[in-house]
């Protein structure tokens, strides 16, 4: 290793120490620990489950066993590492950017980035121990020198993931570079979502197999996953015991491989060196102060907080997330729900949306001041009453929830069979109103604890901190299960009446629970100013 | 001399702007401002310098509410920070250190919004903001996002802010740090006629001397957390020029060592 490349590494090393030795930084440490104590054990699961899998592929020997085992192996892999990654990476260990003063070859500090890309991500050993798993299921099955050739192409496999999602990262950085862009490439994609659930509608009682029978001229779609395709492909020839087959597929792995990685660096190189000190740049627009909301100081909080909410691309992505999930909800699990189950378990899946609303939002309660940057000093500086601002963010966040959660549910009575009774909308509509308070009170004091400088990015784990996210998976616990106990005991009576009271009384209390909480919050915001203003305005390292 | 100035205050009971007593923060047990009692003259342009680390910024987060101090008091047009810092906040204006700007708002919605927090009609909130957005020459830039702004337009823009809901007391944290000459020009004629037309108190941090001299009537001097010189700028400057007076001050005899050798020689590092 060269001085500069060991550098490198030392400075990368450094940065992730500080991280669990800087304020706070035992309890992330503590975090990322239970965080492993669950993913190792599912990966090991997984590994287990996958090495059987290509145990009994390797041992079929050929024939369509063994190319459907190879193939599920791959691609299943393949999407669920590729979705994991671009939902949570947001790679920000290596910035280009930072490095292009040195004199330090930039694609070596881009390669370096990549290959630690592998090693960085704690969810990266699921991935790891399930393609051990393959490897050990195909060794037991049939020992032999066909195994070096498996092993470099799950290597070859790994990379070739990592080097796509960075792909995929860079040119979507490229492509939505800039406001106007990025709000096309939103319009964009809300319309082909809306076509696509108007195709399904139009397609009637059928929309499953109407969606199979275009499979067959969508196969050329695979090649999008071309780290999956070639490795099956490689797989199923290596499998068969037809160790000189797979070759081609290999140098076809490696050889578009390098080409993505050198391609990814090109672009990462080029958004490095155009970018100034301007940010993103974009033309001189007319002045445009605009008439404001009334209803002085609050109008204006609640203006800001919404203005700030739309322009979030997570919020973005999460009104296109929302309807596209309760699509499969509605052709896939509402019918399955027997009609002798009851009128409150047939309604589950409109109480599912009604809470998913709030949980697509839980960055935003669980670190509401993460994106002000320099204005949080705003908050302090002028003369607006903390509680106020609180109240202004639970006020917006809940309006947006609600629209989130109507739209699921228009989807849900578009697509859905049978139209659900009109009290099961009320008690949805009550339970999205009512778990609201419970998870903005628990929610106020994560965001002034233990706030994070977010990045205004889609990737939710810039939004929230280890620990954070840990506790937010907790109030959601507790919450939905307090709010199951009127549920559980609604079926067991099958009375919606006993339903509707329960979430009614819960809901209640949670709204006076919030509306005594937020000026003892206020205070505890105002005294924690000194930790709290470093760390949002990004002048210290969350 | 930060004793000699505070007689210097006794005899003419000058109405005061702000008033520190003891103010004190400590970093980790470790004092970032030791004690310091400020005294400036309501309707003084009044220079607060220091090298850096000396304490300046901690000094003015504490007196705008952004920090509290660790002991001490102060008073803010006559009113006690601590009691009452709501009621300060509305009567003055701040351009911090790292500026108070949401980023994702245009450069027109951030002023508009920032005169109606502090309590501005919001049709006289957007009058102002147009006002001052072409003040500030940002008129074509309005509606732009504030990430999208140089930084030079960003200090613009923050100023404009502090200016918006006219303020009796500003306070400003190195105004002209990143800011080209025509700006500072601008922004120096703009902060006299404040002071002399408007009869505004303007509290400025700055490292640039020589700007600092041609604005200011009054003048603090802070090093390691201490307030080494405070009075009218004749006062502290007595015979010589401010930046003479402030070097002799503040610096600190350090021998010419024989260091730092291989610079220079390229080829040996080679």
Not at chain 1, 272 to 283: I, K, L, M, P, Y
Not at chain 2, 36 to 56: C, E, M, S, T, W
Not at chain 2, 61 to 87: H, N
């Amino acid at each position: 290793m060269t001085g500069e490349l060991r550098a490198l590494a030392e400075l990368r090393g450094r940065l992730l120490w500080r991280r669990f030795t800087a304020r706070g930084g035992i309890a992330e440490g503590v975090a990322t620990v239970v965080l492993l104590l669950i993913a190792v054990p599912v990966g090991l699961g997984f590994a287990v489950a996958i090495g059987m899998g290509a145990y009994q592929a390797v041992k079929s020997a050929g024939g369509l066993r063994s190319d459907v085992g190879a193939s599920a192996i791959f691609f299943g892999i393949w999407q669920t590492w590729t979705a994991v990654s671009l939902t949570l990476n947001d790679r920000d260990g290596l910035d280009l950017r930072r490095f292009l003063l040195f004199p330090v070859r930039p694609g070596r500090v881009y390669a370096m980035g990549l290959a630690t890309g592998i090693v960085g991500d704690p969810v990266a050993l699921v991935w790891g121990a399930m393609l051990a798993g393959v490897f050990v299921g195909a060794a037991v099955a049939r020992p032999g020198a066909w195994l070096a050739i498996l092993a470099v192409v799950l290597l070859a496999f790994a990379m070739a993931t990592v080097v796509l999602v960075a792909l995929v990262q860079e040119v979507l950085s490229a492509v939505l570079s800039t406001r106007r862009s990025r709000e096309w490439a939103m319009i964009a994609s809300v319309g082909v979502s809306m076509a696509i659930l108007a195709l399904l509608a139009w397609s009637g009682e059928r929309p499953v197999r109407a969606a199979a029978d275009a499979l067959p001229y969508l196969r050329i779609l695979q090649w999008a996953a071309w780290p999956a395709a070639f490795s099956a492909g490689a797989a199923r020839a290596l499998f068969a015991g037809r160790s000189a087959e797979s070759l081609p597929w290999v140098v076809g792995l490696c050889g578009t491989t390098l080409a993505a990685g050198w391609l990814s660096f090109r672009i990462a190189l080029a958004l490095a060196q155009g970018s100034g000190a301007t940010g993103e740049g974009g033309a001189a627009a007319p002045s445009r102060v605009g008439s404001g909301w009334r209803g002085g100081a609050w109008g204006a909080l609640l203006e800001k907080e919404a203005r700030y909410l739309f322009r979030q691309p997570l919020a973005r992505v999460d009104l296109l997330l929302a309807p596209v999930i309760m699509v499969f909800v509605a052709l896939q699990l509402e019918p399955r729900i027997p009609v002798e189950a009851g009128e409150v378990v047939r309604a589950l899946p409109l109480f599912g949306a009604a809470l998913y609303a709030h949980l697509l939002l839980q960055a935003f309660w669980l670190n509401g001041f993460g994106w002000e940057r320099g204005g949080a000093r705003a908050f302090f500086l002028s003369p607006v009453d903390l509680g106020a601002v609180l109240r202004a963010k639970a006020a917006v966040l809940y309006g947006f929830s609600l629209f989130l959660f109507l739209l699921s549910a228009a989807v849900m009575l578009l697509l859905g069979k049978g139209t659900p009774p009109r009290w099961a909308f009320a008690a949805a509509v009550v339970l999205h109103a009512g778990t609201a308070p419970w998870l903005y009170a628990a929610g106020n004091m994560v965001s002034i604890l233990r706030p994070k400088a977010a990045s205004f990015a889609i990737q939710r784990s810039s939004a929230l901190s280890t620990l954070s996210g840990l506790i937010g998976m907790g109030i959601v616990s507790a919450v939905t299960m307090l709010f199951a106990l009127p549920a559980l005991l609604a079926t067991r009576v099958d009375s919606p009446t006993v339903l509707l009271a329960g979430w009614s009384v819960l809901g209640l209390a949670g709204a006076l629970g919030l509306r005594f909480a937020i000026p003892r919050q206020a205070r505890l915001l105002a005294e924690r100013r000194d930790e709290f203003l470093p760390v949002v305005c990004g002048d210290e390292a969350a | 001399m930060g004793g000699e100035s505070h007689q210097m205050y006794e005899s003419p009971p000058a109405p005061l702007a702000i008033e520190t007593r003891g103010l004190t923060r400590l970093f980790d047990g470790k004092p970032a401002v030791a004690g310091i009692d400020l005294r400036v003259p309501a309707g003084a342009f009044y220079g607060f310098l220091g090298p850096n680390g000396a304490g300046k910024s901690t000094t003015m987060k504490m007196l705008t509410g952004l920090l509290r101090p660790s002991s001490g008091a102060s008073r803010v047009l006559g009113v006690d920070l601590a009691r009452d810092g709501l009621s300060v906040k509305g009567r003055i204006g701040v351009v911090p250190d790292g500026l108070a700007l949401f980023e994702r708002l245009s450069g027109g919605e951030m002023l508009r919004i920032q005169g109606q927090l502090y309590g501005l009609d919001r049709k006289v909130a957007a009058g102002r903001a147009e006002e001052l957005l072409a003040a500030m020459e940002l008129s074509a830039e309005g509606g732009k996002l504030v990430q999208d702004y140089s930084h030079g337009m960003k200090k613009k823009l923050a100023l404009a802010c502090a200016l918006i809901h006219g303020p009796e007391l500003l306070f400003l944290d190195e105004p002209f740090e990143g800011i080209d000459a025509v700006a500072v020009s601008g922004i120096r004629r703009m902060l006299q006629d404040l002071v002399v037309r408007r009869s505004l108190t303007i509290f400025l941090t700055s490292h640039v001397l020589e700007v600092v001299e041609r604005l200011v009537t009054h003048v603090g001097i802070i090093h390691h957390g201490q307030l080494i010189a405070q009075g009218s700028l004749a006062e502290v400057r007595a015979t010589g020029s401010l930046e003479e007076t402030f070097i002799r001050l503040v610096s600190e005899e350090r021998p010419v060592g024989p260091g730092l050798s291989w610079l220079g020689s390229r080829a040996d590092a080679e």
